[in-house]
């Protein structure tokens, strides 16, 4: 059994920031727990913009806190975020995400990340080993 605590991870090199500030990702659960996925709490500040494509994961969002909007870059859609939304990246969409307040964001990535993944310039994770 794997039981952790947000508020300790938050302490440890399981939080990561992205180099431009727009958000923050505490991975507690990551592809060395064996799991088969990664599990994340993921912060979008407020009034932030952020372009992602996950070329090499799917992920599973929920959103616990906040209001914002995703957009599919693939046909323009627009979705409206806030607390009980999911949404499902389950074509390696390419989105834009829209923080209008902060997002408090439940992640899931399959396959798993190791840990200190920040995003490419495709907006994509790379797979590490």
């Known amino acids: 059994m794997i039981v952790r605590d947000l508020n300790e991870c938050e302490q440890t090199e399981r939080k990561v920031v992205s180099p431009d500030g727009k958000w923050q ?9 064996n799991m088969g996925y ?6 979008i500040f407020a009034g932030q ?3 992602f494509h996950y070329q090499n994961h799917f992920e599973s969002v929920f959103c616990m806190e906040g209001e914002g909007e995703i957009e599919s870059r693939e046909d323009g859609k ?3 975020i ?4 999911l949404y499902n990246l389950n074509e390696h969409d390419r989105h834009t995400l829209r923080a ?3 997002l408090k964001l ?12 920040v995003h490419n310039a495709e907006g994509a994770y790379e797979l590490l080993d």
């Open 82 to 85: 806030k607390p009980g939304t």
């Open 100 to 102: 209008f307040s902060e």
């Open 49 to 51: 913009e952020c372009q």
């Open 25 to 33: 990702s505490v991975r507690m659960l990551l592809k060395g727990d």
């Open 38 to 43: 990664s599990f994340h709490i993921t912060t």
């Open 106 to 117: 439940a992640c899931v990535f399959n396959p798993p990340v190791t840990g200190q993944e």
């Open 78 to 80: 627009v979705y409206p």
